[in-house]
């Protein structure tokens, strides 16, 4: 199997995030990626995809993953059914840590416990 082919699932990750700027060559067995992450989150789930792959410290791999807007950690789109608890446990792992996200969201919410499908909120940097 080649490196490459290996590799596969972080490279369809890439193209479903959108990761701009995206080069992918190989090079006596080794992959070397780059590309452009929206957020710090995305290029989190790459890493995750790459470490899952290849163990946590690969030596088949080089990837220079850039980040475009360092301002937040990600911008997520509320769905139907979420709370800012389920949000923040999500993306940090603690419910707790919702009014974070309510603090860094004040100019479009008034009540943590009411947020609205499709409304986009800043998942800040912690």
């Known amino acids: 199997m080649s490196v490459k082919a290996k590799y596969q699932p972080v490279l369809d990750l890439g193209l479903k995030l959108g990761i701009k700027d995206g080069d992918v060559s190989e090079e006596s067995g080794i992959l070397k990626i780059k590309g452009m992450a929206s957020t710090q989150y995305e290029k989190n789930i790459l890493w995750d995809k790459i470490k899952e792959i290849g163990g946590e410290k690969p030596s088949d791999i080089k990837a220079n993953i850039t980040v475009e807007d360092d301002s937040v950690y990600h911008r997520h789109t509320v769905k ?47």
Not at 92 to 118: C, E, Q, R, S
């Open 80 to 126: 139907s059914g979420e709370s800012l608890s389920k949000i923040a446990k999500h993306y940090y792992g603690d419910p707790m840590k919702y009014t974070k996200i309510f603090d860094a969201n004040t100019n479009i919410l008034k009540n943590p416990d009411v947020i609205h499908p499709d409304q986009v909120l800043v998942i800040p940097n912690l």
